[in-house]
Every structure is written in structure tokens, then in C-alpha cells.
């Protein structure tokens, strides 16, 4: 079973790490079968206008589009001053039930020094609310990320411990997205006075 995955780069920065970590596990998501054809979303080659503009038939549509086929996702940050990027924040306030409701997604830090985990935390606290997206328990950390993850071969004992964790955790995504397939549609609110988490 060939899963729809999309893997959203959160930086806002055009040629950003994050969306060569994001490159990189699209390719392993193809290497490993568990998704034929991966979309990328990166917020810094296609930036959001900021919430709340009307985007009915910009760039939004596109990315939700994307987001409403999708059986699950793959959430890469990197941390600003020990903050999720800003562009990915805005993204979050986009997406609806719709997009990305009752969805498996990794959560991915991007990092260049050892740092990584704070964005990861402030997403799983304030991100999921109204858009009901479900992270999975396991997490990504890439630090060091300018050294790791550039090109076919490992550049060492770092980058190749990267690389295992990391198909490690799309193959427990894969198995989320096969368990949690449809569950969105059988879940989805009917009384209004649900939309909204609590």
C-alpha cells in the first residue's frame, strides 16, 4: 500500500536546511515504498500570506488541496531562538479539520547546533487544537543538520545514525497512517458546536 504523504518544510527562508532534511525524507519515503509520489510544502519557496487573508485562490488552495489528500504528514521545524519558525505557525492557522484532522504526523526539529526540541514541544502544545492533527509519540531531532543528511552516502558515524533513526520513524509513521486511515471522515464533527477543540 503506497501511503499519500506530505512533508511540510516550516522555514521561511527560500534554500532553508529544513527543506533539504524535507528533500531527504521524501526520497527515503520512495527508498523505503511506503510513498510512491511525496508532496513537499515549503512555506519558504511559497510563502503564506499572513492569517487572516482571503487566499480562496492563491497558495493556500494549493497547499490545501495537497493536505486534504493526504494520509499523513511529516511537520519539519527549525528553532529560532528556541521558537517554531513563524511561517509554519501561520501555516497551522490556515489549516482546518479538513486538512489535516485526525491525521498522523512526524514532528521533525531541524537544528544547526544541539539544540532542536523546543519548536517541537511549543508545536505539540499549541498547534493541534482546532486542527485536530495527531503527532505521533516519536519525534525527529536533526542537529548539526549543515554536516548530516547531503547527499546518497553517510559523511560518518553522525550522519549515518541520522539517517537509520530517521527510517526508523517514517516506517512507525507509515504503520499510524495505515491504522489511522479514514478516521478523519468518521470523526469529523457534525454539531458546530464541536468544530473548535476545546
Not at 490556515?94 to 519548536?119: D, I, M, N, T
Not at 548539526?144 to 530517521?166: C, F, H, K, T, Y
Request: aromatic fraction near 6%; hydrophobic fraction near 40%; proline fraction near 7%.
Amino acid at each position: 500500500m503506497s501511503l499519500n504523504i506530505v512533508l511540510i518544510a516550516g522555514s521561511s527562508q527560500p534554500d532553508s536546511q529544513s527543506a533539504k532534511v524535507a528533500a531527504y525524507l521524501a526520497g527515503r519515503l520512495q527508498d523505503l515504498r511506503l510513498c510512491s509520489h511525496p508532496s513537499v510544502i515549503d512555506v519558504g519557496r511559497e510563502p503564506l500570506p499572513l492569517w487572516p487573508a482571503e487566499d480562496t485562490q492563491g497558495i493556500w488552495a494549493d497547499h490545501a488541496a495537497l493536505l486534504r489528500q493526504a494520509d499523513a504528514l511529516v511537520v519539519l521545524t527549525p528553532e529560532w531562538h528556541g521558537m517554531a519558525c513563524p511561517a509554519l505557525k501561520n501555516l497551522f492557522v490556515h489549516a482546518g479539520y479538513r486538512e489535516l484532522g485526525h491525521k498522523p504526523a512526524l514532528l521533525v526539529g531541524v537544528s544547526s547546533g544541539q539544540g532542536g526540541a523546543y519548536p517541537l514541544s511549543e508545536l505539540r502544545a499549541s498547534s493541534y487544537k482546532n486542527c485536530r492533527i495527531c503527532y505521533l509519540p516519536e519525534q525527529l531531532i536533526v542537529r548539526q543538520v549543515e554536516s548530516v543528511m547531503n547527499g546518497p552516502d553517510s559523511a560518518g558515524p553522525d550522519d549515518l545514525r541520522i539517517r537509520r533513526r530517521a527510517d526508523w520513524a517514517l516506517g512507525v509513521l507509515g504503520e499510524y497512517a495505515k491504522a489511522l486511515a479514514g478516521l478523519g471522515a468518521r470523526l469529523h464533527p457534525e454539531d458546530p458546536e464541536f468544530v473548535n477543540g476545546m
